[in-house]
């Protein structure tokens, strides 16, 4: 009995032994086989350490190819205090190079940290204070490199392409709304130490880090340099509060410039205002836009077949009484009797009260709210104003008249010359936008690409023709005379609003303003400029602001090989407008008769003989009365 328990307890041993022998492989087996990668990984994590290395923002390009943000490569400082031997020594030396207190840089030296970065005397360093660092050979001490955001145009741009903090950060503009594509993906320099920091002798690996999605923007910069030139030059000649300007394309809604005054270099962010960096005036500004406005009340009329331009009639008297109060014509003792397309032609505020009065609130806020006015257009930007129109249920006829006329009402830049661009390019609003594509940096692969998106029908072709009729002919005859280029047609409306400040109007203090368009029968682009309170000059859209337009006109037709277009009107001149004239062909005249054939113009002379060998301009060319015709002499 005694001999069988024994055998019973070895038997529950050895069965006890083999089950741990079995539990024992099995975690052998579980930890060697299945979860080997995972704890390989943590012991990994305990030893080795790594040196961060920045990655590439994407690169910013405009429609052509051109680079309007890319990087540079600097290096930034960082310690591993556990390996630092001489920790005073170390701190004096990097100290004095950096230009920093002793005390700061022991501070981070002896931190009690696996790795240390010296932010912010230590971050994007040049080339020259890096050598000097790599150059003490210090122990511990490590240079990383870093990616700097760089724009390679300075200011241009600015608002739109925003900016980017210290640690590579979109803080603002495309750089904010896109970051999570632009940013890249952090690579570094992995090695091994023991426990206490030191590092072991074992191979480093590195691990590559991955550059940001590459953005195209609908940005022409040929057109964009010259928007930016000509808001400079309207800032050194009228010193106003503000001024900006718009260029797009009428058929597709693809912005091709956009700028504004003041503007800042996104790359010293730091050294301007939060208002300087954050308003993007063309989408965030809003204020009530004057005479631009009546091209919607013009369409809106024409749509509705309330008046024919050429044979309805209005007499104009200096003024129109609504609800007891008289509005009234810039003109003093108004245009007289007049069709409404000299109505449209003079910019005559009484004549589009009568078109307001005609067409009713209803009608009349159903097409603005239509053409997008009292909503945001969806532009890919932020920071986009909606702008105020009046409740429809709230207002009578005096808020009728004012708003047919541009006054009372408050829209942004990009709503005008998006509604502009759908009253002439056959009656589509098209919704803005300024990115064309997010491409993969290696492949090129698109990875989001934007087209034309139509938002809605708005007027007929036929109406938007007459518009454009009728805006073609506000630049050959009326107040626009200012943006005429010969040979080309172009239509375009001025606009000069009395500003607003505590519920009052302001004297002498307005916002002038073009919107100009070509050819007037085939829009291929269109350009709105704003100056807010031009000194110095009287301020009206056509003497401040039409021929800044005509200027961005004719860089567009040269960027874009628009074409002299038949069927241009004649411009009627007053007393103050320049007069183009034909310069006649005089080679193989002596110059007694050259002088004669070409009195309306200046006639210089050059060479020897009694003949015109050559002239320039040559026969046939059309300049401004009074300029100069050169003569080359030859016998």
Partial sequence: ?????????????????????VVII??????????????????????????????????????????????????????IPNQIVDKE???????????????????????????????????????????????LNLPGVYLVKESKRNYPF????????????????????????YNDYLTGSYGAIKYYSDAKGTRLNLAEVYEQPQDGINMTLTINYNLQASLERELDNAVSKYNPDQALGIIMDPNSGEILAISSRPNFDPSKYENYTVEEINRNLP?????????????????????????????????DTGGITVEGATLHCWKHGGHGTQTYLQVVENSCNP????????????????????????????????????????????????????????????????????????????????????????????????????????????????????????LESVVTNGTGRPAFIDGYRVGGKTGTAQKVKDGHYMVGNYITSFIGFLPADDPQVIVYVAIDNAKGVTQYGGTVVAPIARSLLLDAIAELGIEKREGASEKKYNYLDKKYKDVADVVGLDPKEAVKVLKDFKVEFSGSGSKISYQSPSGGSRIYEGETVRLLLSD
């Avoid at 009995?1 to 022998?21: A, E, Q, S, W, Y």
Wanted: charged residues 20%.
């Fill in 154 to 177: 300075g200011s241009t741009l600015s608002h739109t392409l925003g900016f980017v903090g210290i640690d590579n950060q979109g803080l603002s503009g495309l750089e904010l709304m």
């Fill in 26 to 79: 099995s975690k052998v087996f579980y930890i060697q086989v299945i979860n080997y990668n995972k704890l390989n990984k943590y012991a990994n994590s305990l030893w080795s350490r790594n040196l961060p290395i920045e990655a590439n923002r994407g690169i910013i390009y405009d429609r052509n190819g051109t680079i309007l943000a890319d990087n540079l490569t600097t290096t930034s400082l960082v310690l």
């Fill in 351 to 470: 004549g589009f009260v009568n078109l307001g009065l005609k067409l009713g609130k209803e009608t009349l806020f159903n097409y603005i709210e239509k053409f997008g006015f009292g909503s945001k257009t969806g532009v890919d930007l932020n920071g986009e104003a909606s702008g105020i129109i009046f409740d429809v249920d709230k207002i009578g006829d005096l808020e009728l008249g004012t708003t047919a006329f541009g006054q009372g009402v408050s829209v942004t830049p990009i709503q005008q010359i998006t509604a502009v661009s759908a009253a002439i390019n056959g009656g589509i609003l098209y919704k803005p936008y300024i990115v064309k594509s997010l491409n993969e940096p290696e492949t090129n692969t698109v990875i989001l690409e934007n087209d034309k998106q139509i938002v809605r029908k708005v007027i007929s072709d036929e109406t938007s023709e007459k518009v454009r009729y009728a």
């Fill in 89 to 135: 020594k170390t701190a004096q030396e990097i100290s004095n190079i950096l230009g920093t207190s002793y005390e700061d840089m022991l501070s981070h030296v002896s931190k009690k940290t696996s790795i240390e970065r010296v932010h912010p005397e230590g971050r994007r360093l040049d080339f020259t204070t890096s050598d000097k660092i790599a150059a």
């Fill in 283 to 315: 989408i965030w500004m809003t204020y009530e836009p004057g005479s631009t406005f009546k091209i919607i009340t013009l369409a809106t009329a024409l749509e509705e077949k309330a008046v024919d331009l050429e044979h309805d009639m209005f007499t």
């Fill in 1 to 21: 009995m005694f001999v069988k328990k024994i055998h019973t307890r070895i038997k529950i041993i050895l069965f006890v032994i083999i089950l741990l022998f």
